[in-house]
Every structure is written in C-alpha cells, then in structure tokens.
C-alpha cells in the first residue's frame, strides 16, 4: 500500500509523509503516515490524531499503539497519522495558523461549488481526505475536549434518502455502533440533528466519512493541552478492539479498566447546557464524570470581589461530560457538556 512516502508490502510497517500543500517560505507542508501492512488480506482502518493542534493524547495513543501493534499478526492494513494539523501542533493550538480556520470542519467540501477557491486549510483537507475516502473500511478520529473531560466516544447519526436507501443506512448504523462499542469509552450519541447542522458537523472527518458510508466515530480522550495517561492507555485498548471487531487482530489484549462508565439506561447524547445568566466569575460545583439532576446548581458566577450574583441551575439530567474552560464568562456563555437522555434515532431520514 502507498499513502505519500510511505509505501508497505505485506508484513512490514513503512514510514513516511503526504504532501499537502507549498509553504510560501519554501518547502511543504506534510502529514506523518505510518502504514502496518499485515501478511494477510483483510480490511484497511484509518487512525488519525491531532486535527487539533491542542490534543495531543490522539498522537500519544497512536504512537503507542504502533509499538504495540508491529509484532502483531495483522490481517489487512492499518493507516495512521498521528499529526493530522501540524500547524496547530506547532503553536499548540486547535487551528492552523494559515488562515485560523478549523480542520475539522472541512472535509466533504469539495463537492460544494462556489466561485471562491477553498483555502489552504480545506486544500489540505480534500487531499487527505481523498487517500483516506479511496481505501478505508473504517475511521477512527482520535479527539480531545475541554481540559476538565469525562473521556467518552462521538457516536454519528446516520441519513438515508436521496443519497443512500434506508437498508444500506442501516447496515452502516449497526457497524458504526459495533465500533464504537469495541473501542470501550462510554458512548454518548452526536447533538441532535438541528444542532448537529448548525455546527457543520457533516463536515468534520467523521461525518464526512459516514456521508460516503465509511464507518466512523470520535473519540474524545480526556483534555486538552497534555497527554491524559489513563486515557491514551485506553485509546490504545479502544483501536485493539476496533482492529479486533474488523477481524484484523484475533484478539483485543486484557487491559484493565480505567473505570470511565456511565452507566445509563438506554442512549445519551450530547448537550451544551446550562449556560451563565450574569457576567461574572465561574466557580463550578460539579465535576467531569459526575451525575446532576434536574433542579441542581451546578455552578456560582460570582462578583471580582467573591459575593454571589447568580447560581445556574440545570434544566436536565445528565451525566456532566465537560466543564469549559476560563473562569471569567458574559452572559449566555456555555457553562457544560452534558450527556442526557436521548430522543431522537441513530437512524433517519433525510428531507430533501
């Protein structure tokens, strides 16, 4: 196989980089790839870390697993690239530099039309989203959240109408659930499907991958800034599973719990809720991984001189998945990420 530079035969790891893009100083911009090809035929997998330059416990995952992963008898191919926004890791930060625009928010673009040539970010996206649309059986997209993160995995809703018939809408659903539930993370369903589209999430990799039918879900590994241990050790647990349930390891090794559940009955999905009433200082009263109940208070915003203007109260149950980060906040700033009872299907149609 050959991403870039990197060009494997069966059995051998090869390493190497895919161009993306000139830099105006000179010299180009380029992805790390490393490509475990196993002595056998089977599926091929893509992991990918650090679209965002701030999360680097995607690549700490990756790397691990690499060196776990090499002396494996493998059936079909694993793609990696553990530095998918090298300009954000440079500066440490979620965007690029070139023009501060989010990776993961433009992949699948290139289809749209316009009379505006796409920029630089979104050049570098189409071409790797290009290697990865040509061969991949299933995506994995190592993220992390806020800094104070309860680690869990993004499952995607999944459309059927014009596009795609329901039968075959449903056969991705029960793969990409069959996925997401052998990487072992507590799963918490996508926004619902209004917020979903207000935040161009069809066109973060994962939902770009399954708007072409690719199983793929997201990961979010904990916080932000430095690696979480705990949870890149059970990332690397998460991709033995994936490899595991795509048939292309025998078995996923014991690795013991690092006691991540929420244990829910039946499907949660993600909320960005409550949010501050009054301009203030944020002092939180909850914790990531903790249960609130509808009624609680969940966080003071405060005077600069400690005296409380207001306690937010949460308006639904739920697990508390992220508190944001800064303690300074304006009015109508969002306060949490919750996982909360889900209503609405993994499955559904498409108007349109």
């Given amino acids: 196989m050959k991403v870039g530079t990197a060009e494997s035969e069966p059995g051998e790891i090869a390493t190497g980089y895919l161009p993306v893009a000139e830099l ?45 992963v090499r002396d ?144 793929a879900f997201t990961p979010e590994l904990g916080g932000r800034f430095v690696v979480e241990r705990d949870a890149r050790e059970a990332a690397v647990a998460g991709l033995y599973g994936v490899c595991s349930a795509l048939g292309m390891v025998d078995e996923a090794p014991d690795v013991p719990s690092p006691g991540f559940e929420l244990p829910a009955e039946g499907d949660l999905k993600r909320l960005v809720h409550p949010y501050a009433d009054a301009a203030g200082i944020v002092r939180y009263r909850v914790r990531e991984g903790e249960w609130v109940d509808s009624g609680d208070v969940v966080a003071d915003v405060l005077t600069p001189h400690g005296e409380t203007k207001s306690s937010v109260v949460t308006e639904r149950s739920g697990y508390v998945l992220s508190l944001h980060e800064g303690a300074a906040v304006y009015e109508n700033d969002p306060l949490l990420d919750l996982a909360v009872s889900d209503g609405e299907p993994l499955l559904y149609e498409r108007s349109g």
């Fill in 72 to 215: 494996e008898p493998l059936r079909g191919t694993l793609v990696c690239v553990p530095v998918t926004n090298p300009a954000g890791v440079r500066t440490n930060s979620r965007t690029s530099y070139y023009h501060d625009d989010d990776p993961n928010r433009l992949f699948g673009r290139e289809d749209e039309g316009g009379e505006t040539p796409p920029r630089v970010q979104q050049v570098i996206c189409e071409r790797l989203y290009e290697e990865i649309r040509s061969d991949a059986d299933a995506v994995v997209s190592l993220h992390t959240s806020w800094v104070a993160t309860h680690p869990y995995t993004i499952r995607p809703r999944v459309g059927y109408g014009a596009h795609r018939e329901e039968a075959a809408a449903a056969s991705l659903r029960d793969r990409v659930v069959e996925l997401a539930d052998a990487f072992g993370l507590p799963v918490v369903n996508q926004f619902g499907r209004a917020e979903a589209e207000r935040r161009s999430l069809a066109h973060t990799l994962t939902g770009a991958a399954v708007e072409d039918g690719i199983p």
């Fill in 24 to 68: 105006p100083t000179g010299g180009t911009e380029r992805l790390p790839v490393v490509v475990v090809e196993g002595e056998k035929p089977g599926p091929t997998a893509w992991a990918t870390g650090a679209i965002h330059g701030d999360e680097p416990t995607g690549t700490a995952a990756i790397h691990e697993f690499l060196d776990r």
